[in-house]
């Protein structure tokens, strides 16, 4: 097949200056970003899920198959018939599934079981991946580097979620089969995440942490 190509005509160039003032305010506007379980019930209209959904689709990803899909969710019957589930699958989990190491790298954030942001968070958005397409005879098609596509769509989602103004979790119980059957989606795809998607609480506290400096993190070779 031909490679179909155009020019680009996107990319806007900027001095170094701006690049670095854009780079820094960037950085730090994503360095308040904090993971929540405490949301407000107050309503976020749902242009504004539909804007940050359409960056997630922008992604980068593998031969372009964009392996993914969203189901943005605000009907209350739906939210607890996933609350209800989801805390089956974690009361499991933290009763006996989980390993000790693992509860205890849990312990200083302070989790359990109970999930009532499932309840009250206005909008729950799943992310599913799909390991293959079907195509327009019916056939499957293989999707390439879904696990990389997906993670890095989700990325820019959380991203764009907390631009807006909006706060979040990255929520995932374990086994997420339930949320296949609830969003009714097909044998093809998988859930990958749940995100809760709001206002934080007026009252609302999270952990203290400390997040790796750029030494632990990076490593630069240069000439």
């Known amino acids: 097949m031909q490679a179909n190509y155009q020019p680009l005509t996107t990319f806007i160039e900027y001095p170094p200056s701006t690049m670095q003032e854009k780079a820094a305010t960037f950085r730090a506007d994503m360095q308040r970003r904090r993971s929540v379980r405490s949301f407000s019930d107050r309503p976020v209209p749902r242009t504004i899920i539909e804007d940050v959904l359409l960056t997630a689709g922008s992604a980068p990803c593998g031969a372009n198959q964009q392996p993914w899909h969203f189901c ?44 009532p942001f499932l309840d009250i968070a206005p909008w729950l958005i799943v992310c599913f991946a799909e390991s293959y397409h079907l195509k327009e005879d019916g056939s499957k098609g293989k999707n390439y580097y879904v696990t990389e596509s ?52 007026d009252d609302c506290t999270v952990p203290v942490i400390t997040k790796k400096s750029l030494t632990q993190i990076a490593t630069f070779f240069e000439a």
């Open 72 to 115: 943005a969710i605000s009907s209350p019957t739906m939210k607890h018939a996933i609350r209800s589930a989801a805390e089956i699958e974690e009361q499991t989990f933290y009763s006996g599934r989980a390993p000790t190491e693992w509860l205890n790298a849990l312990a200083p954030l302070g989790t359990n079981a109970s999930k």
């Open 150 to 201: 997906v993670g890095i769509a989700v990325g820019m989602l959380i991203s764009a979620i907390h631009m807006a103004g909006l706060a979040t979790l990255t929520h995932t119980p374990s086994p997420m089969g339930f949320l296949t059957d609830i969003c009714g989606r097909g044998d093809n795809e998988r859930a990958f995440l749940l995100l809760p998607v709001g206002y934080p609480a």
